[in-house]
């Protein structure tokens, strides 16, 4: 927003949304085959562990700004998940939040602040998109990772719901509806959309999968957005807590990518196969970047990148 204000960089968030657009056609053009053997196993199980590690400073931080509360967000949250029956086992996260909130209130570490200067109703800004043609090419190749980490987070959140989203509905039409969602967003001065790590953890806790359930979260989410005392109260709970909850989730996920590994029966004795998931997982969680110009690529996306390049050029035993 410095270099382009935030109206022309909106511009740049909505050719980001055509962008992701362009990417699910050649998708269906090529067809889900050509995109498994881009990213078999091999490439995709140590991809969505880097998911989940990679956030895991994140959480620490969050966490050790009050450990004893983590600690007890983190504990009540497993004991939930392993001890919990019926309804009880299907709202780990609400539960672990809502204890150790109280907690938190009876040793005085919440300030109400936020709540009384929240308004009861709020409005948000809408601000419209100025077309600026620099903002949009210094935006568009930013668009190359989040596409690579949404194929990764779509295979993560499918191994978690035993379906394969990447054949129904589709890659070709998450991704649309990505683009489709960041560039309306764009268009009324919102941020843009990405697939959220986050809730593939949440999911794989509740073991709640039925898309409808997700479906009235988001319209909770919406009508909250509007209600100033229900942000000023999620603005008061520590960080601590929300940093204890995500050491569980943000492993959970890691834990999807051995899972991955594990159901498709890769021989990782096989060197060739020890050598894309050791390289993939360095390059992931090393943080390496390349930079070229405007133009830079790390993280999951590069390491995602590295793993389908290796597994493209290095020759496959006969076994395999």
């Known amino acids: 927003t410095k270099l382009f204000g935030w109206p022309g960089t909106l511009s740049g968030i909505v050719a980001v949304g055509h962008v992701y657009g362009i990417v699910s056609a050649l998708v269906k053009a090529r067809g889900i085959k050509f995109i498994e053997q881009l990213f078999p196993a091999v490439v995709v199980g140590p991809v969505i562990m880097i998911i989940g590690l990679s956030l895991a400073p994140a959480a620490v ?5 009050d450990w004893i509360l983590a600690i007890i967000a983190l504990t009540t949250a497993i004991i939930v998940v ?33 709540v009384r200067e929240s308004a009861w109703i709020m409005i948000p800004q809408f601000t419209l998109p100025q077309f600026n043609w620099n903002a949009i ?10 596409i690579i980490e949404h194929v990764g987070d779509i295979y993560a959140i499918g191994g978690v719901c035993d379906k394969n989203f990447i054949e129904k509905p589709g890659l070709n039409r998450t991704l649309l509806g990505d683009g489709i969602a960041t560039a309306v967003a764009g268009m009324f001065g919102g941020v843009p959309n990405t697939t959220y790590s986050e809730v593939t953890g949440a999911i794989t806790l509740t073991k709640v999968t039925n898309p409808f359930v997700l479906r009235i979260a988001a319209i909770t989410a919406i009508v909250f957005a509007f209600v100033g005392k229900i942000s000023g109260i999620l603005k008061t709970i520590p960080q601590s807590i929300l940093g204890g909850i995500m050491l569980l989730l943000f ?26 998931i050791s390289v993939v997982l360095t ?18 996306g590069l390491a995602a990148v590295v793993g389908i390049v290796l597994n493209l050029i290095l020759p496959k035993t006969k076994t395999e």
Do not use: C, H
């Open 82 to 114: 392993i001890f919990g029956k019926k309804m009880i086992k299907l709202i780990p996260v609400f539960i672990a939040i809502g204890i150790t909130y109280v907690v938190a209130i009876i040793w005085g570490k919440v300030d109400f602040t936020p």
């Open 283 to 300: 390059i992931g969680i090393g943080g390496v970047i390349l930079k070229s110009g405007n133009f830079s690529l790390g993280g999951i």
């Open 251 to 276: 492993g959970m996920i890691a834990a999807i990518g051995i899972k991955a590994l594990v159901e498709s029966k890769s021989n990782i004795s096989e060197t060739r196969n020890q050598v894309i």
């Open 137 to 146: 090419l210094y935006m568009i190749p930013v668009a190359i990772a989040p």
């Open 61 to 65: 931080n969050m966490a050790k700004t």
